[in-house]
DNA sequence: CATGAATGAGAATTCATTCAT
DNA sequence: CATGAATGAATTCTCATTCAT
């Protein structure tokens, strides 16, 4: 017979960053706000984690891992290089979409924060700005994007478009709906490839 | 008869705050690394400040108002849409050439720290937005850009791209060089308008 | 039959206690070291042993214990007074010698700890000082000793000589050697019991 | 025109801190408990001492120079060499006769507290050892004491003996009174000088 | 016996801010 | 204007101890 699905405090206190992260910030965010958001006793944090940066760390790195295997995944599969922009693009919003405070979290305090965990993670981060840079230069030797742009120039572009709609999004500064994620999604492929190909 | 211009600590506390801000991030400075730089008492800081925010503030402040206004004078002036989109990224990269601290504490510790400063300040960073895209709102009405894009997107979209263009320049990921930010921002404007651009 | 000698997980545990006393003083070293060392899980310490003072207790009252034996052994043994006193230096040395570890966390934690331990164990401490003030005494009554000397000073006296020198051994204030063990002895009774000056 | 009496918080702290690092010892004691007994703000304790080890670093090292001063003095000034000794002895005595507190402290949490603060001074602490070390060395020199004793060996029985008598008054082992404090330190330097067995 | 997850009290330290001089 | 001593709230992290399995 089966046990009792365990408790898995770990995962219970992951998840309870997250929400708090998302709510307070993670400097606004008490050790103590975990711990009580997750249910458990204060102490638990630190039998699983070494210290409040480490919490939010795994959660950055939980997620990036993801992200980077995603674009990996999108230029290995090939097809035209459009859609593979269009498929990263589609996998951010979708991480979004379906956990938005994970997706503000990771912006918000890593991606975005270059004073703190920014810079920790550069090197990681850097990584996705290389492999969509990656995605350009194919097209660009198969034809399908001009050349006259640098494709790290062109992929930091891509992503700082996306990154800007999603924080639109977190902040209300653009209003957001199922059918937006989708269209959204479309209208940044479209503005950034019609520029990107070749006339 | 004008007075011998007094030392003006105000101001050499504000350019204080702006390299050590820079150097070590916001929340990592403390009111006396603001003094120490400055060559101030820290007493001082409270004599002409409110708080160590209200110094972030009145840096964010002053500086993004002129944005404001070369926004909306790049509107007002009007000529090709695509020449006010560019006037706009000139401002912002030629405020990065000749103050790269300040852009790096504007953008770090405001505009992209949503949970704290961006907050505060997001009725003024919004504002940014709409200018924008009142230009593309224009641009679409006199047919010098598509229609099939919301204004409001198409400003988050080429906002984005600028300020990850400056953040990839404030933490080297992509290098830089004086004839490269003219060259940087004719990309850009390149890459967003052919984009934009009915064919 | 006898049943095959158990782990003795308890004894195990004492022995790590000691080698993690003597590398990281008591304050320092946490439970989970002592079990770490004693490659048990460190919930079995608190099987054995009520807390993690509890260990030193033991410790420190298993050897004291033997040392106040060997004090009035040394006494009830007869022979010259000077004989006993060298017999109590001997055993001290010895056990430094055979087991300076454990001499080392005795005399560190305990006996000079005197607002932590030692006064917890005073009356034990006490106790081996009465015992050798015993032995000067029964010396000044035969006419061995001076009378001048009230013996229980002599016996601090005395005492504080032999535990300096341990604490120089274990300091490396002073240097030692197998010969220097016996050597030191007999020069600190030479000295207590002759003086400094020629005779 | 003098000024008021500066209140010298810095010293009144520090003086309140040998009271109670003595009264409950190093290690129990709060900085509140140093500021509530100083009546000054927790926070002007970290105002002018790093840390809680910085107080007692300050308090011994400023009584340990006074030690060390006294102690190459009583070298320097000539005279019998039995009379250094006792020179040396009278500091250290008057030293606790006139500050119990302060002398406690320095005993108990530094000179005898070989696993914390005793490691740190070690060098200083040392020092007294060699330069009583010194009185010896000239003492065998001039034919006032004998040879077969090593200068550091007896400098240490020497030391040792006195730390023990201190011990022994600071923990009501054995009685104290003014009379006692001198008839101490001249016993000592009988006992160590002439020996206890009669001449 | 043995394990190590879970608990939570406790303490040091930091630093923005106030205010007397 | 200018100084920096004084304040004290706020928070992280440690670790002895308990206890369910």
Redesign the interface.
Do not use: K, P
């Given at each position: 017979m089966a046990k009792a699905p365990p408790a898995d405090k770990r995962r219970q206190i992951l998840d309870a960053a997250v929400a708090v992260f998302a709510r307070?910030?993670?400097?606004?965010t008490r050790v103590s706000d975990i711990a009580d958001e997750a249910g458990v006793a204060y102490g638990l944090v630190y039998h699983y984690f070494r210290s409040k940066d480490d919490v939010l760390n795994e959660l950055f790195v939980e997620r990036w891992s993801l992200l980077l295997a995603a674009i990996e995944e999108a230029d290995r599969a090939g097809g035209p290089h459009r859609e593979r922009l269009a498929a990263v693009a589609t996998f951010i919003v979708d991480s979004y979409r379906y956990d938005p405070e994970l997706m503000k979290v990771i912006i918000?305090?890593v991606t975005?924060?270059?004073?703190?965990f920014?810079?920790t993670h550069?090197v990681e981060i850097?990584r996705a700005?290389e492999s969509i840079a990656k995605i350009v230069a194919d097209g660009q030797e198969s034809g399908a994007f001009r050349n006259?742009?640098?494709p790290?120039?062109?992929s930091?572009?891509f992503?700082?478009?996306?990154?800007?709609?999603l924080?639109?999004w977190?902040?209300n500064?653009?209003p957001t709906s199922d059918a937006g994620y989708d269209e959204?999604k479309d209208?940044?492929v479209?503005?950034?490839?019609?520029?990107?190909e070749p006339?």
């Open positions: 307070q910030g993670f400097h606004a918000v305090e975005r924060a270059a004073n703190s920014g810079q550069l850097r700005y006259d742009v640098a790290l120039f062109a930091m572009t992503y700082g478009a996306v990154e800007q709609l924080s639109g977190i902040f500064v653009i959204a209208l940044l479209t503005t950034i490839c019609d520029g990107l006339r």
